[in-house]
């Protein structure tokens, strides 16, 4: 490991991991992986045995995998948090029509469904910050 550029790859997928791993401690609800928990919509009984935080991305491989989709034009939502918190609460807790209202900090996001029920969510981005990095849910707190 003695090339440079090497070294500096091997540090950045380190930090990489090492970040979205911080959330998982926090972790409410066990679960699978990948974004496609978002897009195959589980219904309510399966909900918490099928979303894993950080998500929709556990590790940094699947992090670059969704930011180089974004970068090619897919998945733009995952450029909003409050839409990435709207599409968390819809995979694990089968939640429709729910909506989201950001925290002054900016990395929390207070998610509301119909019902007036409330979930708090942590986000994070796990590689590129600003306006072109995406979005994960790294944490959810009771309400």
């Known amino acids: ?13 380190t930090f990489l991991a090492c ?3 911080a959330g998982c401690g926090t972790a409410t609800e ?4 990948g974004p496609s928990a978002a897009q195959a919509g589980p219904t309510s009984a399966q909900a918490a045995a099928e979303v894993e ?3 929709p991305a556990t590790g940094a491989a699947e992090a670059a ?10 998945q733009p939502w995952l450029l909003d948090p409050s839409e ?11 939640w429709t029509g729910a909506e989201a209202y950001p925290g002054p900090d900016g990395t929390s996001i207070d998610v509301r469904n119909a019902d007036g029920e409330r979930l708090t969510l942590t986000l994070a981005q796990p590689g590129r910050t ?10 959810e707190h009771p309400a």
């Open 30 to 33: 066990p679960a699978t992986s």
């Open 84 to 94: 990435v918190a709207i599409s968390y609460a819809a995979a694990a807790h089968d």
């Open 130 to 139: 600003g306006d072109d990095g995406i979005w994960v849910v790294t944490a």
């Open 65 to 74: 995998a969704l930011q180089a989709e974004v970068d090619s034009g897919k």
């Open 19 to 21: 970040l979205l791993l």
């Open 53 to 55: 935080l950080p998500w």
């Open 1 to 13: 490991m003695n090339d440079p550029s090497r070294r500096h790859r091997f540090a950045a997928t």
